[in-house]
């Protein structure tokens, strides 16, 4: 066979070894081949009187060889048909599987857009999880045909075997009495035969057994097989649980981000609220503040008004001589006798350096001289002694300097 030559493994094509995929039915040679693309089929001996041995080629899976015409591995159970489809299904789900960490890589920020990745993802779940029970199915069929194969072969097997003991029983008797030559006569063509006969039964037994041993490798590559199903449901059912998990998780979050997006709505409605409110106390504020300063304005207008009617009632002299003359005769009010007291006494004299009040209550005349007086207080309506309004009301007081004396227990 040619070195530079490979056969498919699946379709029997003839490859060249710089092939990577089968020019017939597309198949990747190192993912069959399991990454020995330059595997060849072993040819068996060849004898000069039997026909052609038929080809070999490896098992992809486990690396027994078996005829190139095989539709199955005798050693781990594969049919390689059905091999290849699910390798091309498995690459084809890896392809799946690179799209599923993009979307789980979803910026957190857009709820809505995680939501859809997460169903995505789960729909993707349940997509593989449809192909694995048709696949398993596929199985199924694929087995009860093997099994089906098997039966008929040991029917075969057994119908030759009794074919051969019923020659041998009947062609017995007839050999013992007569010696012939084994080399010649009709014996030697039937002896011929039923070794013939013995060696097909004989094949036939390997076969049966290689059938037996290929049932019991299936048998456990089913429970295998069984057990990899069952851990790929419960991961895909734990995948779904997750998936939905996320999914309830981001619900709620979205429920979450709308109740605080009302709640600041909420905020701010009442800020804007509080905000009229304390705009509408601040316009009441100045409006009572302009109200107090037009009342201010007008009170120092009115203020401003009496003083030019009391200055115009009473208006100052230029001494104090001429300030008092106008009062002599009068009853004023004066601290004469305690200098924190103001009383009633008559302005008796008012001369050029001095004044003179006559006391009505011992009648006693007191002069000061105008240097002595610490103020003069004159009104248009007269100045009342205190607020109360009960003391009497004089047209002028006057106050006068008193000089405190230390006695030994008091003061003068």
Same mark, same amino acid.
């Given at each position: 066979m040619d070195d530079n030559i490979i056969k498919c493994p699946k379709c029997g094509h003839d490859n060249d070894s710089s092939s990577e995929e089968c020019?017939?039915?597309?198949v990747t040679l190192s993912l069959v081949l399991g990454g020995n693309k330059k595997n060849k089929p072993q040819s068996q001996p060849k004898a000069p009187e039997s026909p052609e041995p038929e080809k070999v080629q490896n098992c992809p899976k486990c690396g027994h060889a078996v005829t190139?015409?095989?539709?199955?591995?005798?050693?781990?159970?594969? #049919? !390689? /048909?059905?091999? !290849?489809?699910?390798?091309? %299904?498995? &690459?084809?789900? /890896?392809?799946?599987d690179i799209e599923i960490p993009a979307l789980e890589e979803t910026p957190k920020d857009d709820p809505e857009q995680k939501a859809k990745a997460e169903k995505k993802a789960a729909e993707t779940e349940r997509r593989k999880e449809a192909a694995r029970k048709e696949e398993k199915a596929r199985l199924k069929l694929e087995k009860e045909e093997l099994l089906k194969k098997q039966q008929e072969e040991n029917a075969r097997a057994a119908a030759l075997k009794n074919a051969q003991d019923e020659k041998?029983?009947? =062609?017995?008797? $007839?050999?013992?009495? #007569?010696?012939? *030559?084994?080399?010649?006569?009709?014996?030697?063509?039937?002896?011929? %035969? &039923? =070794?013939?006969l013995e060696k097909e039964a004989e094949s036939l037994r390997t076969q049966a057994d290689a059938l037996k041993k290929e049932k019991q490798e299936h048998e456990k590559a089913k429970i295998v097989r069984k057990a990899e199903q069952e851990q790929e449901r419960q991961d895909v059912l734990q995948k779904a649980q997750e998936a939905q998990a996320r999914i309830t998780a981001l619900e709620n979050e979205t429920l979450s981000l709308k109740k605080e997006k009302e709640a600041l709505e909420a905020a701010e409605t009442q800020r804007k609220k509080q905000d009229r409110q304390e705009a509408d106390a601040r316009m009441q504020a100045e409006k009572k503040e302009q109200e107090k300063a037009e009342t201010l304005r007008k009170e120092r207008e009115d203020t401003r008004k009496r003083t030019e009617t009391i200055l115009k009632s009473v208006v100052p002299k230029p001494t104090m001589k001429e300030l008092l003359k106008k009062y002599e005769g009068e009853a004023i009010g004066i601290n004469f006798d305690d200098p924190?007291? #103001? %009383? /009633? $006494? %008559? &302005?008796?004299?008012?001369?050029? *350096?001095?004044? /003179?009040i006559l006391v009505p209550e011992n009648e006693l005349v007191h002069s000061y001289p105008y240097s002595d007086i610490v103020s003069i207080v004159e009104g248009a309506e007269g100045v009342p002694i205190d607020a109360s309004g009960e003391t009497p009301t004089f047209p002028v007081v006057i106050r006068i300097f008193h000089l405190m004396v230390k006695k030994k227990w008091g003061f003068i």
């Amino acid at each position: 066979m040619d070195d530079n030559i490979i056969k498919c493994p699946k379709c029997g094509h003839d490859n060249d070894s710089s092939s990577e995929e089968c020019n017939n039915c597309g198949v990747t040679l190192s993912l069959v081949l399991g990454g020995n693309k330059k595997n060849k089929p072993q040819s068996q001996p060849k004898a000069p009187e039997s026909p052609e041995p038929e080809k070999v080629q490896n098992c992809p899976k486990c690396g027994h060889a078996v005829t190139g015409a095989a539709a199955e591995c005798i050693k781990c159970g594969i #049919i !390689f /048909s059905k091999y !290849f489809k699910v390798q091309e %299904r498995m &690459l084809k789900e /890896s392809q799946d599987d690179i799209e599923i960490p993009a979307l789980e890589e979803t910026p957190k920020d857009d709820p809505e857009q995680k939501a859809k990745a997460e169903k995505k993802a789960a729909e993707t779940e349940r997509r593989k999880e449809a192909a694995r029970k048709e696949e398993k199915a596929r199985l199924k069929l694929e087995k009860e045909e093997l099994l089906k194969k098997q039966q008929e072969e040991n029917a075969r097997a057994a119908a030759l075997k009794n074919a051969q003991d019923e020659k041998n029983t009947t =062609a017995a008797p $007839a050999e013992e009495p #007569i010696e012939q *030559d084994d080399t010649t006569g009709p014996d030697k063509a039937e002896k011929e %035969r &039923l =070794a013939q006969l013995e060696k097909e039964a004989e094949s036939l037994r390997t076969q049966a057994d290689a059938l037996k041993k290929e049932k019991q490798e299936h048998e456990k590559a089913k429970i295998v097989r069984k057990a990899e199903q069952e851990q790929e449901r419960q991961d895909v059912l734990q995948k779904a649980q997750e998936a939905q998990a996320r999914i309830t998780a981001l619900e709620n979050e979205t429920l979450s981000l709308k109740k605080e997006k009302e709640a600041l709505e909420a905020a701010e409605t009442q800020r804007k609220k509080q905000d009229r409110q304390e705009a509408d106390a601040r316009m009441q504020a100045e409006k009572k503040e302009q109200e107090k300063a037009e009342t201010l304005r007008k009170e120092r207008e009115d203020t401003r008004k009496r003083t030019e009617t009391i200055l115009k009632s009473v208006v100052p002299k230029p001494t104090m001589k001429e300030l008092l003359k106008k009062y002599e005769g009068e009853a004023i009010g004066i601290n004469f006798d305690d200098p924190a007291e #103001i %009383r /009633s $006494a %008559r &302005l008796a004299k008012v001369n050029e *350096d001095h004044f /003179s009040i006559l006391v009505p209550e011992n009648e006693l005349v007191h002069s000061y001289p105008y240097s002595d007086i610490v103020s003069i207080v004159e009104g248009a309506e007269g100045v009342p002694i205190d607020a109360s309004g009960e003391t009497p009301t004089f047209p002028v007081v006057i106050r006068i300097f008193h000089l405190m004396v230390k006695k030994k227990w008091g003061f003068i």
